[in-house]
């Protein structure tokens, strides 16, 4: 954009783009639930015993949060390498 031509920006935007798509899915989930359907990653969802129908039964339990906050996690890691 306006002919930057920067390997650093280029770097920064990568990060940015990454966070902003982990973000995207995760605030997306509720709305894909009530289809049936889990777009979340499946060895963090196994790592912490959680199943996609415990996503689709909106369940609140702890481990259903640890999935989120580490994958939310992830894109706040992306956000400080853009720091």
Known sequence: ILGVRDIHADHAASHVGKAQGIVTCLRAT???CTRRKVFLPMDV?????VSQEDFIRGKQ????RDV???IASQAHIHLEHVR
């Open 30 to 32: 509720p709305y894909h």
């Open 45 to 49: 969802c196994m790592l912490h015993g």
């Open 68 to 70: 989120i906050y580490d």
């Open 61 to 64: 339990e702890k481990n259903v």
